[in-house]
């Protein structure tokens, strides 16, 4: 009999688990407390005035106005430049962002604090390096160096360093002519956002102009500064 009541208690089946929640947790709601505004720089405007523009508060502007002059000759405050404000709902202000040139932005941060102050510093905007081939020709649509570069997909820039690199060679204003064709390596920078962020050197060039080529190899001597030189080292 104890045999009997040991193996039926063995072949009970186990208790079922409770069935578990398969309900979401709900999502937590975060509550914007700021807002960011992107926009340039426009004509006759300083920093004062186009922080007034903003609304911000007025010992906000001027404070901020005093650490970026640390920083920043504001004078050389540039209509056309990208800005950026990020900006609390009660008119204080969280970050000011301000592009100088290709290479430079003008950065103040602070933290929610109503008593923090303004930290400000200059940062280099990363940028990756690639080298590129740009070529193309001189034709009746583009009849000038600037012209036929731009249809290339290249800067003005890229036209100026080209000239220079055969200047001694011939005027870039008065001999070329359409079938002229150009051919170059240069390296080109590429900002973190996408954009354009200059070329560095041309590194080797050529350019056929009435049948006559032209061609420049870049060298860096060790001791001595950087030169052109054609493929028989002259």
Not at 119 to 139: F, R, S
Not at 172 to 191: M, Y
Not at 206 to 225: C, H, M, Y
């Amino acid at each position: 009999m104890v045999l009997l009541v040991a193996a039926s208690t063995a072949c009970r089946p186990a208790a079922a688990e409770p069935p578990r929640s398969t309900g979401r947790l709900a999502d937590i709601v975060l509550t914007r407390d700021s807002e960011s505004i992107r926009a340039l720089v426009p004509q006759r405007t300083t920093l004062s005035s186009l922080l007034t523009t903003h609304q911000l508060v007025a010992a906000e502007a001027a404070a901020l106005v005093e650490t970026l002059s640390e920083k920043f000759d504001l004078r050389r405050f540039r209509a056309g430049q990208p800005y950026r404000i990020e900006r609390f709902f009660d008119g204080r202000l969280r970050e000011f962002e301000y592009e100088i040139d290709r290479d430079r932005r003008l950065i103040a941060t602070r933290e929610a604090d109503p008593e923090a102050t303004f930290h400000a510093e200059i940062a280099e905007i990363p940028k990756t390096i690639e080298q590129v081939v740009v070529e193309g020709a001189i034709t009746r649509e583009s009849p000038s160096l600037v012209q036929a570069i731009d249809a290339a997909g290249g800067q003005v820039e890229l036209s100026l360093a080209l000239a220079e690199v055969f200047s001694g060679e011939m005027d870039f204003n008065s001999d070329v002519q359409p079938g002229d064709t150009f051919r170059l390596i240069v390296e080109r920078a590429t900002r973190v956002d996408g954009g354009f962020g200059g070329y560095g050197p041309v590194l080797a060039a050529e350019f056929v102009n009435a049948g006559r080529t032209l061609q420049a190899i870049r060298f860096s001597p060790p001791d001595g500064a950087p030169g052109y030189y054609d493929t028989e080292g002259r």
